[in-house]
């Protein structure tokens, strides 16, 4: 029996997976579809090729041999589609792989009543930061002289980007670049995972990657860290079904990965430091955001992306306060959204990766979220404490419950309270 | 409960831009971005994230329609072709007007054309690449000898100027804008050229806000001053053009001087000679980007081709970051023209005047002959004949194409389809124009079908089916084989799949012969492909100019021309017409998507400040637009950003039709009607 706070090496007994570093993963998603505990499992297999992640909604346990093996170039946020297209779990029980900010993500969708938790399982995966995937086959063609077709691995490991791939004589080979040098360039994770502090998801059940695996199960078995009640029931669940073998981590693991966490969340804390000085203070900093947003086509990815928003009747989209149809729409439309979201900001990245005038949105909220965090205390995605700006009176809002007679401010995953 | 991603390409603007169909339970709910997408790498514009709306809107066709006691009625597949094959049997080939669409997929287009060719014997056929970059594809042809977009959206990220003319690619064509701004952000200078403060001409460092009809001026002028001080690449003009000498004597003619070019385009010299100094600075490092300001002209062509000239000139032909790169109106109207949906050219631009490749066609399709020797109807013609001598063509067939919405004068065009003996329109809604059918045929839009599309950078990519059309609803090329078969004709359309299409197609396409499906996976093809092994081109012209005499560049002298009608006492304003992020030309797609229709409602006349001042115009207040072809209501935007003496319309609402007004004067060469300059003039609406 394990429990919180617990961790192993892990690795499946199913010779079909083809996992990363034991398969336990794959071997703990399958378990929990196979046993019924979940009726579908969320997380992404390989499209076209290992730069194109694609979100798989997964009911066939079979399926999930697909998914094995990580993909460093999934810079997708899974808990929206959750709100999106799974009614919030409301009814359906889902288990989701989580990086850092997928797992804050959820936490943030679940305080708003978007997102039922009771019905998710999170299984965290370790994420040192992810880089896009067009941006990575540009980097490999350039910057490491080496075709990004001929490439079928690539990680993050000792402070490098390591691929491997066949040249031309069709050898195996491997080449790696300090991530120092290549975020020197402008190239490398993106932006947000520089600043990023949400290394080991324990907010998850459970926490897994290969950091910390060491001696003779090195690349052969997952590190879990049982990371709540829930976390301890799947995992052992998995043990006494008998898809995972574990072992005890070995001292010397625990202190490689406990050094491996430090160092990257000092690089975190670090590329925060030096981002948000680029950004400048005040005045200026609002002149470089004005700057910036000028050039929004208004195609409102960033909200649709964004974990935090959530109102039925966006404020952006109220002709009163910003003008329809004119772009780059009124700087009102930016204030709306600092507003909205900047006391809860997750720093996942989503409004910058998909901003079609690459404006650095993403930099702009974190670097508001941080101020008001040292003001107010609130950490955002850590636990289920509401956020600063929880309760919304808007006059707006109280018109529209009047006319519809609702007494939800919002929708909830809930429905109506009695 | 079943959610998958599908990934496609998207069905609006030329940028060919990749996003993934969230379909749950069989039925599309969303769109996700696919950052894996080589254009866009995830990022869209609204028409991307909102524009999938109409997909499953409620009032798509699901059944052919037939007019029975004039009115249209559902009827089956087998009483719809009975009625087609009767009808199209009464004909004589040059009686028939077949109008394909880029809005279609590369298969469709082909299928379109072959039957029009094979089945209806005609050779009038064309589609909406007249009403946008025709002038493109004729100006570029003739000097260049290709007429696609000589370089690749990612040359416009390491220009060093990028000079753009003609396009509001911030609104058109956003994802291209994007790479722009990325020269931006990386020091480049960027140039706009465009009688309004667009929001393109916004993130400009130079806005040269020229007076409508002037472009030729303005380009001319800056060849004279290249010449004058010597910045020609002597060695490109030299070893690779013909016709310098008659180009130099035209442009150096003093009216090209910059004080008389500031007159006619009404800009300050300062501007001029700023361009040209960055032009100097920037030589080998400069893409001019062109849109519809310049092709919508009736010097279309010319247009076109001195921004050809000014870049020959330079040398910039041919070089990374450089070229000329015209930002094509229509998802797939590259792949329309390609495959031969036009009237003098078949697939791969054979011409139809050439016999030996009418037979090489004629003999690839197993047929005895095929319409050549003489171009036919391009859609203005077909317009006009069925306007003005209905003896002459009486029976035209039109896939996915709205010509009451989307042709200059409406009015004439109403009657012209009111003319029309007998209709076929092939389509997903029924339209302005499907009143007038006689039978209506239920397509499928480009989440329902397998297929590949075309983008501005000659990009070969794939559309992938999410979802079943509706109802009886049947891909584009398969109504065709099944009216084929109808007539007798079904043993030349034996394809089961698009890619059968796809495959027939390559054997005929030189650009396209080295592409295949498995291929496409990806990052797409830029043609030209000639072979399987070949990984396709992203720059043309590198060495020569293939297909011109002696493989160089023809130079060619081009006077500057006023517009066809001018402004006058009567009609004292300029009017220029144009598209919105917001909508898609006619309407009938994203007018269905809620929040594109939030933003963007309906129509608006734009009016500087000053005018409206003029005038007596409050800012929403409804006014009288007028034209000698007619008038339409509409609400006043009065903004700073428009220059004075100059209205801005959006085209795309059949409540407030610019077209009602426009001009149907068009490029002798192209036949591109001028849709970007008349003569106008307003008055209050009556209480």
């Known amino acids: 029996m394990s429990a919180k706070g617990d961790m192993f090496y892990a690795w499946t007994t199913d010779a079909g997976i083809k996992g990363e570093c034991g398969g336990a993963v794959t071997a703990i998603l399958k378990n929990l579809l196979a046993s019924g505990t979940v009726d579908m499992v969320l997380t992404v297999k390989k499209g076209v090729d290992v730069y194109d992640p694609v979100p798989a909604f997964i009911t066939d346990p079979a399926e999930l041999d697909k998914c094995a093996g990580s993909l460093h170039c999934g810079t997708l946020l899974l808990p929206k589609l959750i709100k999106k297209y799974l009614g919030g779990a409301k009814e359906i029980k889902v288990a989701v792989t989580c990086k850092g900010c997928d797992a804050k993500a959820m936490y943030e969708l679940a305080k708003r009543n978007q997102i039922n938790m009771d019905n998710v399982v999170m299984i965290g995966l370790n994420c040192g930061g992810s880089i896009p995937p067009m941006q990575a086959r540009r980097m490999i063609k350039e910057k490491y002289g080496v075709n990004p077709d001929s490439v079928f691995k690539e990680e993050i490991d000792k402070g490098q980007f390591i691929i491997e791939y066949t040249d031309e004589n069709g050898a195996h080979q491997t080449k790696g670049i300090k991530i120092d040098e290549l975020e020197e360039e402008g190239l490398g994770r993106r932006k947000n995972c520089q600043r990023c502090e949400t290394k080991i998801p324990r907010q998850c059940d459970l926490a897994c990657g290969n950091w910390g695996v060491f001696g003779e199960k090195a690349g052969k078995a997952t590190f879990v860290e049982v990371c709540s009640e829930k976390g301890a029931a799947v995992f052992d669940a998995a043990v006494n079904a008998g898809v995972i073998q574990t072992a005890a981590p070995e001292a010397k693991g625990l202190e490689i990965r406990a050094k491996i966490e430090k160092t990257m969340v000092n690089m975190g804390k670090k590329g925060q430091e030096k981002q948000f000085a680029e950004l400048g203070e005040g005045q200026e900093r609002l002149e470089k955001i004005m700057r910036a947003t000028s050039k929004c ?90 956020p600063v700006l929880a309760f919304a009176e808007e006059m707006d809002e109280r018109a529209r419950l009047n006319a519809t007679g609702s007494d939800m401010i919002y929708e909830n995953v809930f429905g109506q309270e009695e | 409960m079943e959610i998958k991603f599908v990934t496609t390409t998207c069905p609006y603007c030329g940028s060919g831009c990749s996003f993934n169909l969230v379909v749950k339970d069989g039925k599309i709910i969303d769109t996700q971005p696919c950052q894996r997408g080589p254009v866009n790498e995830g990022k869209l514009c609204p028409k991307g994230v909102f524009g999938f709306e109409f997909i499953n809107s409620p009032d798509r066709l699901t059944t052919p329609l037939v007019r029975k006691n004039g009115e249209l009625v559902p009827a089956s597949w087998d009483e719809a072709l009975a009625v087609i094959a009767e009808n199209f049997a009464k004909y004589q080939p040059d009686e028939f007007a077949v109008i394909s669409s880029a809005r279609c997929c590369n298969e469709d287009n082909y299928a379109m054309q072959k039957f029009a060719r094979i089945v209806l014997k005609t050779p009038n056929i064309d589609h909406c690449a007249r009403l946008c970059h025709a002038p493109t594809v004729a100006g570029l042809a003739k000097v260049f000898g290709s007429g696609a977009s000589t370089n690749s959206f990612d040359d416009l990220a390491i220009a060093d100027l990028v000079f753009i003319i003609g396009s509001n690619n911030f609104e058109a064509h956003p994802l291209a804008a994007r790479r722009i701004m990325q020269a931006k952000e990386k020091g480049a200078h960027i140039i706009v050229c465009d009688p309004r403060r667009t929001p393109t001409a916004k993130q400009a460092e130079l806005h040269i806000q020229h007076r409508p009809g002037t472009d030729i001026q303005l380009l001319n002028c800056l060849m004279k001053n290249i010449i004058e001080n010597d910045w020609i690449d002597h060695d490109f003009v030299e070893n690779r053009t013909l016709g310098y000498e008659d180009l130099k004597a035209c442009v150096t003619q003093d009216k090209y001087s910059i004080e008389n070019t500031a007159k006619v385009c009404g800009v300050p010299e300062e501007s001029i000679k700023q361009a040209l100094e960055w032009l100097h600075e920037c030589q080998h490092k400069t893409a001019f980007v062109h849109c519809l300001g310049i092709t919508q002209h009736t010097v279309g062509v010319d247009n076109v081709r001195s921004i050809a000239f000014v870049q ?129 045929l239920p397509g499928s839009c480009y989440a329902e079908e397998d297929g590949t599309q075309t983008n501005a950078e000659r990009r070969v990519q794939r559309f992938r089916k999410a979802q079943d059309a509706p109802g009886e609803s049947k891909l584009d090329w398969e109504i065709m084989k099944m009216i084929a078969e109808k007539m007798g004709y079904g043993q030349y359309f034996q394809w089961e799949t698009s890619e059968d299409v796809f495959n027939e197609m390559r054997g005929i396409t030189p650009q396209y012969a080295g592409i295949t499906y498995a291929k496409l996976e990806g990052d797409g093809i830029q043609w030209p492909c000639p072979t399987e092994d070949h990984p ?21 002298a081009v006077e500057h021309r006023e517009p066809a009608e001018v402004v006058d006492e009567e009609y004292p304003i300029w009017l220029t017409t144009g598209a919105t992020i917001w909508h898609w030309p006619s309407g009938s797609m994203t007018r269905r998507c809620e929040q594109l229709d939030k933003d963007a409602p309906t129509a608006w006349l734009e009016i500087n400040v000053k005018d409206a001042e003029k005038y007596g115009v409050k800012d929403g207040e409804t006014v009288v637009l007028y034209s000698r072809r007619g008038e339409v209501e509409v609400a006043a935007r009065v903004i700073p950003d428009i220059k004075e003496g100059v209205f801005f319309m959006p085209f795309h609402f059949t409540e407030a039709r610019a077209n009602l007004v426009t001009n149907t004067a068009y490029d002798p060469v192209s036949r591109t009607p001028e849709f970007k300059v008349c003569a106008v003039n307003i008055r209050k609406k009556e209480a």
């Open chain 1, 297 to 386: 086509i208004k195609c409102y990815s960033c909200i649709e992306a964004c974990p935090i928003c959530y109102c039925v009747e966006c404020s952006t989209k109220k002709p009163h306060l910003v003008r329809p149809g004119i772009v780059p729409p009124d700087f009102m439309f930016q204030m709306i959204r600092f507003a909205h979201i900047a006391d809860s900001c997750v720093n996942c990245g989503q409004c910058t990766e998909l901003c079609p005038m690459d404006i650095p949105n993403s930099l702009f909220m974190h670097a508001q979220q941080v101020e008001l965090e040292k003001m107010f205390g609130h950490k955002p995605g850590y636990d289920m404490e509401l």
């Open chain 2, 312 to 440: 020959t000139l330079l040398g910039n032909i041919g070089k990374p970051g450089c070229g000329v790169n015209a930002l094509r109106g229509q998802n797939n109207v590259q792949g329309s023209c390609d495959m031969g949906a036009l009237p003098n050219v078949y697939a791969g631009y054979f011409s139809v005047m050439n016999p030996d490749l009418a037979k090489k066609v004629a003999d690839y399709w197993g047929v005895e002959s095929i319409p050549q020797g003489k171009l036919g109807l391009h859609i203005p013609e077909m317009l006009d004949t069925l306007y003005e001598h209905p003896d002459q063509v009486k029976c035209m067939y039109l896939m996915g194409e709205n010509p009451v919405i989307s042709d200059p004068n409406s009015k004439m065009v109403e009657q012209a389809m009111e003319n029309c003996e007998f209709l076929v329109v092939q389509d997903i809604f029924e339209t302005e124009t499907s009143r007038y059918a006689d039978v209506v």
């Open chain 2, 536 to 556: 396709g081109t992203a720059i043309l012209h590198i060495n020569e100019f293939a297909g011109m005499p002696e493989g160089k560049a023809a130079l060619e």
